[in-house]
């Protein structure tokens, strides 16, 4: 395929997210949503080439980088249970405990896909509600972590780089 082609490819399946996307915020087809969202997309289409194009982004997930997010629904439900847990304890009279958590780490050069595992990682452990990522210490070769109740680090999140507990 030539670049052309590529670039016009890649053109249409943004669009078409970016369209799937815009309906699902809105949730409707009235005619006034469709005339705000036709510029938005346009726009967002532009500004996304100009900074995949231009800026010096570096950031090459591999599938099954991106794939480790299926496990993602199950830890939300499971940390969603610990934190209604950690509540109502809270709610009785024993306090929650507040734990600053350390992992080693794997994925520490600066290769597009070690700062693709890196990034996943920060974003996908930080969305279940017990664990908020503090940051990656590159240099210590260190995840660090917040939980609220003490849980082990989610497969998806072991598979992306992080090793087991201190």
């Not at 997210?17 to 006034?32: D, E």
Request: with cysteine.
């Amino acid at each position: 395929m030539t670049k052309t082609g590529r670039q016009a490819l890649q053109a249409l399946v943004l669009s078409l997210a970016l369209i799937v996307f815009w309906f699902a915020c809105v949730a409707n087809f009235h005619a006034q949503d469709m005339i705000l969202g036709a510029p938005s997309i346009i726009v967002a289409v532009v500004f996304s080439f100009y900074a995949i194009r231009k800026l010096p982004i570096r950031f090459r997930p591999s599938l099954t980088n991106i794939l480790e997010l299926w496990r993602l629904p199950a830890y939300v439900v499971i940390d969603l249970a610990q934190i209604l847990l950690v509540l109502a304890r809270d709610l009785a009279g024993r306090r929650a405990s507040s734990l600053f958590r350390s992992a080693p780490w794997r994925a520490n050069s600066d290769s597009p896909s070690d700062l693709a595992r890196r990034a996943l990682a920060v974003g996908y452990t930080t969305v279940s509600p017990n664990c908020v990522v503090i940051g990656i210490d590159r240099g210590r070769h260190q995840f660090f972590f917040h939980q609220l109740k003490a849980s082990p680090i989610p497969v998806m999140t072991r598979r992306l780089g992080a090793g087991d507990l201190r």
